[in-house]
């Protein structure tokens, strides 16, 4: 025992300096991805009370920090997933954009709704330090399943088969969830960001 | 003559447009080449109606844009708000008692 509790402290592993040296960025992992302050601080409670149940299959091959987020990754991910069904504000339809009024009747764009042009690239906007929190709240904006998988999907750049499978849907559902969660940022990011 | 030329070119590229599935399909595969690899018909289809939909290729432009947007969020994030979202210390509090409840050897 006496060498094991050596080998955790000397190797940095020491549970009791965890919450000092990686609680907070765990909360900001956890809070871009969950809307509610509450939950994300319980999810970051469980990662650290399940990671010190499987302390001794941490072999060192990555860091404390990257094995706890990992951990916290898939905690977020059986959230998602629990609660993926209860969602009710984002069932599929058979409207793939989620706004029947971007297009006519035909299809074509409705022009008063229509993409307007962008005058700053992606880059630009990431140097105005402002823009991030613009795009975490576009993001909270969208409806629960679209966020859940765009944050998937995009921000953590999980594959789509990998996201059907957690999240037990088709890929025809995600593809459409995507697209609607695409669509919402991108109105959201126009009208609060590139507005003239 | 130069406005003779550019309403034949405008009318040109309406009708090629218009040979190819409407905006809301065309938005909706654009949306799905980020996800999936698109067959070489689709990909044809989207190239010609983009020559004629200034529209649709702001749209795939703004995707393209909320995607580079999107990888470098989490980084983005992390970084900027390292000082501004911080753990509740209470909470911080209670989490240390319960690692030293759990990992006290006894």
Known sequence: MIFFLMHNHTSGVNPENWVDLYADSLYRFAILRINDKNLAQDLVQDTFLSALKSLNKFKQKSTVQTWLITILKHKIVDHYRKSFTDDENDTFSTSSNGDLNDYLENGMWNTEKAPRKWHKTADDIFEEKEFLETLHQCLSLLPEQSRKVFSLREIDGMKSIEICKELNISTSNLWVLLHRARNGLRKCIEKTWMAP | ?106
Do not use: W
Not at chain 2, 9 to 26: D, K, Q, V, Y
Not at chain 2, 41 to 54: F, M, N, S, W, Y
Not at chain 2, 80 to 94: A, W
């Open chain 2, 1 to 106: 003559m130069k406005k003779i030329v550019h309403k034949i070119n405008m009318g040109l590229m309406m009708l090629i447009a218009m040979g190819t599935p409407s905006c809301e399909i065309i938005g909706r595969k654009i949306s799905e080449s980020f996800d999936r690899p698109l067959t070489i018909k689709e990909r044809i289809q989207i190239k010609i109606h983009l020559l004629g939909c200034v529209f649709c290729l702001r749209y795939r432009d703004q995707l393209i844009k909320l995607h580079q947007m999107a990888s470098k969020l989490a980084d983005g994030f992390e970084q900027n708000k390292q000082d501004e979202i911080k753990l509740d210390p209470n909470i911080k509090l209670k989490i240390k008692e319960k690692i030293k409840t759990h990992h006290s050897p006894s």
